[in-house]
Nanobody, 121 residues
Framework: QVQLVESGGGLVQAGGSLRLSCRTS????????MGWYRQAPGKQRELVATITYGGSTNNADSVKGRFTISRDNALNTVYLQMNSLKPEDTAIYYC???????????????WGQGTQVTVSS
């Protein structure tokens, strides 16, 4: 059973920083792209940043220059360093990964349960 577990969310003042982590577990053969998405109250889930196995990244315009996505392939873990946080960054942040699990036969898309990030003004 493949699982993704996020950690690192919390309450921070505007201008502050947080670092999110997403740890994978289970019988995993390979992980392709990993990423972070977020969903604010009353809004649709949106892309924050993605990273390929080789380290190529793609960031949403709203977080460019402030957020950095990285991954540790040996640990099957993805991170999101968030600096200069703004109140509009308040949302539930979800980890996503394309994973080839043992016996799966193909890559499948997995989501974490989400971690709350709240930025006060």
């Amino acid at each position: 059973q493949v699982q993704l577990v996020e950690s690192g969310g919390g309450l921070v003042q505007a201008g502050g920083s947080l670092r999110l982590s997403c740890r994978t577990s289970g019988f995993i053969l390979s992980i392709n792209a990993m990423g972070w998405y977020r969903q604010a109250p009353g809004k649709q889930r949106e892309l924050v940043a993605t990273i390929t196995y080789g380290g190529s990244t793609n960031n949403a315009d709203s977080v460019k220059g402030r957020f950095t996505i990285s991954r540790d392939n040996a640990l099957n873990t993805v991170y999101l360093q968030m600096n200069s946080l703004k109140p509009e960054d308040t949302a539930i942040y979800y980890c996503n990964a394309e994973i080839l699990g043992h016996g799966a036969g193909r890559y499948m898309n997995y989501w974490g349960q989400g971690t709350q990030v709240t930025v006060s003004s």
